[in-house]
């Protein structure tokens, strides 16, 4: 029993920050080396001073709502992770983690329709599809926390406490 909640909190841990990743980095979509963009930002890499110089991404109908869902997908697996080690100590035995799984599967459906979202319309929030590019680590990182969120909200309603 302890290997298990072990490996569950390790593996909630290790989705979390990638999940944090995604949501902050700077590499949702990559023209070149030196120029790239994320949810809040469009940067360019300076030689002369090797420094990133980056300016906020312009508004568009799609941004708002993508920045919004990839931050409810961080706090719903922050909450779930926080539930469960509230319900660790206060649960009964044989009592199951629903609210954990719940917030859990939240956090997956809401980073689902985030990356979907950027999936579908990436030149809409980039404005400028003058240039070609491709998607980032971070994108990537998004849509493998997808199934794994998922899955782990699957696995923690499933999951019963004993001694």
């Not at 390790?10 to 949501?23: D, G, K, Q, W």
């Not at 300076?46 to 109908?61: G, I, Q």
Request: aromatic share 14%; hydrophobic share 55%.
């Amino acid at each position: 029993m302890v290997f298990l909640l072990i490996s569950v909190t390790l593996l909630h841990l290790v989705i979390l920050t990638m999940l944090f990743i995604a949501t902050v980095e700077k590499s949702w979509w990559v023209w070149n080396e030196v120029r790239n963009s994320d949810l809040w930002y469009n940067c360019m890499f300076d030689n002369s001073t090797e420094a990133w110089l980056c300016t906020s991404a312009e508004e568009n109908e799609w941004l708002p709502p993508m920045q919004a869902l990839m931050v409810l997908a961080v706090l719903f697996s922050s909450l779930s992770f926080l539930a469960f080690l509230v319900q660790l100590f206060v649960l009964s035995e044989g009592g199951l983690f629903y609210l954990t799984g719940l917030s859990q599967l939240c956090a997956g459906l809401t980073d689902f329709a985030a990356c979907l979202i950027y999936t579908l319309r990436h030149r809409n929030i980039l404005q400028d599809s003058s240039e070609e590019g491709h998607f980032g680590y971070c994108f990537i990182l998004a849509w493998v926390c997808v199934p794994l969120l998922l899955a782990s909200g699957v696995m923690y309603v499933h999951l019963r406490k004993k001694e």
